[in-house]
């Protein structure tokens, strides 16, 4: 009877069959059973099963009860809170609610009676990132040198972090205990030599150095020798030629543009002015003219200035030319062209 009762409900999101639900009475009996004797994993396995098919309260309890019982405190507690979390079903058996208070007060129980280890690595900067298992299970960096709950009885810790050695660590538990294990990490051998056994090899695969001809001396050319082609970019000089026409045209634009306003701007003030005498509401705007023709003259400046340099790229220009036309054997001695800027001026100074 108690049995039925405890499976007179399921929760309609998950509404066992016929077939399952007497399935599930038989393992509770059969729990029950081996639980009364003493073997308390076929109890486990059998209310396991139950548990599975049914998932309710009754039977969530019992499985806790068995794992209690085989100095599984961790996972008892886990499954007696997953009871008392279990949502309140309408027209729910009274054996359900009574599980949940029960459930409650187990955990409560239980909680104590859970051990921990708090594990402290030494040899290692505290920046470094390390690599904590226990008993096969790897802990999360963030919680590796934190109390850990475990079960009573014995243990195994494992310890690794790059460029040192792992160390494993056997321990043991009571109930209730909490202990502290310090690990102390050496330094790899083999990590440590590694960089010094690398660096010959990539010395060897250095390339030689580049050297450069020696100069000649003026007078000692060899004109036998055929005048080899030029490599240097046919389009780099016009390409200078362009940027410096372009700036050239905006500074006269710039220019041009700031002197009308100046002019603008001055001989409007003429027209408040007597003579030399201006009133003093018309300084700001003898300000403004001041300071757009200083805009005005710059601009022309960076005009005149970049134009002459397009000028100038033009005529130095003669990659194209010496692409197309044949080598000449003959050297010119003594040719050189300077260009001479000055405000407002540009000249192209040469000698033969």
């Not at 050239?248 to 100046?262: C, H, K, P």
């Amino acid at each position: 009877m108690l049995i039925g009762t405890l499976l007179i409900s399921a929760p309609s999101w998950a509404e066992p069959t016929a077939a399952e639900k007497e399935t599930a009475r038989s393992l509770l009996g059969a729990g029950q059973k081996k639980f009364e004797a003493g073997d308390y994993a076929g109890a486990l396995e059998a209310w396991r099963g139950a548990d599975d098919i049914m998932h309710v309260p009754t039977t969530g309890i019992r499985v806790g009860k068995a794992q209690e019982r085989l100095g599984k405190l961790v996972e008892a507690r886990d499954a007696w809170l997953e009871v008392a979390r279990h949502p309140v079903e309408p027209g729910e058996p009274r054996a359900f609610t009574a599980a949940r208070k029960e459930a409650v007060a187990l955990a409560a129980a239980i909680e104590e009676r859970i051990p921990s280890v708090t594990v402290t690595v030494s040899g290692v900067p505290q920046e470094l990132e390390l690599d904590v298992s226990v008993d096969g299970v790897s802990v999360p960096p963030a919680a590796a040198l934190l109390p850990r709950k475990v079960n009573p009885g014995a243990h195994k810790l494992s310890v690794n972090a790059p460029g040192y050695l792992a160390r494993e660590e056997e321990f043991s538990l009571s109930e209730g205990e909490s202990r502290t294990l310090n690990v102390e990490l050496q330094r790899d051998p083999a990590a440590a030599a590694a960089p010094a056994t690398a660096a010959p090899a990539t010395a060897a695969k250095a390339p030689p150095p580049q050297t450069s001809p020696p100069p000649i001396a003026p007078g000692h050319e060899d004109y036998s020798r055929p005048i080899e082609p030029r490599h240097d970019s046919p389009g780099s000089a016009n390409m200078f030629a362009v940027v410096s026409f372009t700036a050239g045209g905006l500074g006269v634009v710039v220019g041009g543009i700031t002197g009308i306003m100046s002019a603008t701007k001055t001989s409007d003030i003429k027209t408040r002015c007597e003579g030399d005498r201006c009133p003093t509401e018309s300084e700001p705007d003898i300000d403004d003219a001041k300071t757009l023709a200083t805009i005005s003259n710059i601009g022309f400046g960076v005009g005149v200035l970049g134009l002459g340099l397009g000028v100038l790229a033009l005529v130095l220009d003669d990659g194209g030319s010496a692409a197309t036309a044949p080598p000449r054997r003959t050297a010119r001695r003594g040719v050189s062209l300077t260009p001479v800027l000055g405000v407002g001026s540009f000249e192209l100074r040469g000698r033969f």
